[in-house]
């Protein structure tokens, strides 16, 4: 794969004990130093006009003159520092530098993943929550929007809801928006019944999962939900917020996907966008085992150098899984 990276998100300092820390990207470039047909490149920042395109305009600013002014806690989670600022630009740019890329037709060993920090899709238009202060994702789907992209659709597999990226296009019929992660966990949000509203009716999927979902569990939501809605929209884009804190190891969840199951998803993904004939990309979320979260990214990019990961043992939906699955199917979803 060819990985966004800029040294400039490294200097977003959150402080000490916090999860979110420059040492999630140190680890990675160590993981992937072993890894063969590994390239870097370090994309430009994104203009601000382009995040005020997604944020509201008037909070862009707030949040800049907040690191400039040394930043602090913008709430209990979510810290800043005087460097913040320019790594979030960095950030956003390396996320519309991948959707760029993708749309150009990067590919297979091409196909881009960008590293940045601080990540987004807790970031909401006007607000930020989450360790997120710009939604990095939205960026990118707003970039090809605005390139040669109708149509772009979003699978977070984070296990977190992607909330802010639900409330930057729940009204929007260009943007498809898809969710899996744990029932009740921060923030709260991404139950099965918010579908969207106006042009954006039934383009936001939720797949909130009990805890203790396994890879299984994850990758029916693809086979029988995710995947027929994303064929039937039909995208020229398929973005991926890539967290990795559902893995069974990760000390913020209670989930069961293993380093495996991740390379099975993006294999599952990788497959949907081909069927569409549209571009792939992926923006780093979360993971906060740094070994799981190396080891996870690691074979998501192994996948794109010809590794066929191992499927489960167990091939049985749990029952929890299922009851969510199949309320989406009533509701008309995973139709093609």
């Known amino acids: 794969m060819n990985f966004g990276y800029r040294e400039v998100c490294l200097d977003h300092d959150t402080g000490k004990r916090h999860p979110e820390s420059p040492d999630r990207l140190r680890a990675i470039r160590r993981g992937l130093a072993d890894c063969h047909d590994v390239e870097y490149v370090a994309p430009d920042d994104a203009d601000p006009a382009l995040i005020k395109a997604v944020h509201d305009p008037d909070y862009v600013d707030e949040v800049r003159d907040f690191c400039e002014s040394g930043g602090g806690n913008w709430d209990a989670d979510t810290v800043a520092c005087e460097e913040t600022w320019p790594a979030i630009l960095a950030s956003a740019g390396l996320a519309e530098w991948a959707a760029e890329r993708a749309l150009a037709g990067d590919d297979g060993r091409a196909t881009p993943f960008a590293l940045g920090r601080p990540p987004g899709h807790h970031a909401v238009a006007d607000d930020a929550m989450g360790f997120c202060f710009v939604n990095n994702v939205s960026v990118a789907a707003q970039a090809a929007l605005e390139s040669d992209a109708d149509r772009v659709a979003v699978l977070d597999w984070d296990v977190h809801h992607g909330n802010g990226t639900q409330d930057i296009w729940y009204d929007d019929g260009d943007v498809l928006f898809a969710s899996i992660h744990e029932e009740g966990l921060y923030p709260g949000t991404g139950e099965v019944e918010e579908t969207g509203e106006g042009d954006g009716d039934m383009r936001t999927i939720n797949v909130p999962y009990p805890p203790g979902a396994d890879t299984t569990d994850y990758l029916a939501a693809i086979d029988d939900v995710i995947g027929p809605s994303v064929r039937a ?43 569409c004939d549209a571009g792939l990309a992926f923006v ?43 309320e989406l199917l009533d509701q008309g979803f995973g139709e093609e």
Not at 245 to 265: C, Q
């Open 284 to 326: 780093l979320e979360g993971g906060y085992n740094l070994d799981t979260l190396t080891d996870s990214l690691t074979t998501v990019h192994e996948v794109f150098d010809r590794y066929t990961p191992s499927t489960p043992d167990d091939d049985e939906v749990s029952e929890g899984a299922r009851e969510v699955l199949d």
């Open 233 to 275: 929209f039909d995208p020229e884009l398929v973005l991926v917020s890539a967290g990795f804190d559902a893995h069974r190891h990760d000390p913020i969840s209670r989930m069961e996907v293993s380093s495996e199951g991740y390379g099975l998803l993006a294999d599952r993904v990788r497959s949907i966008a081909d069927d």
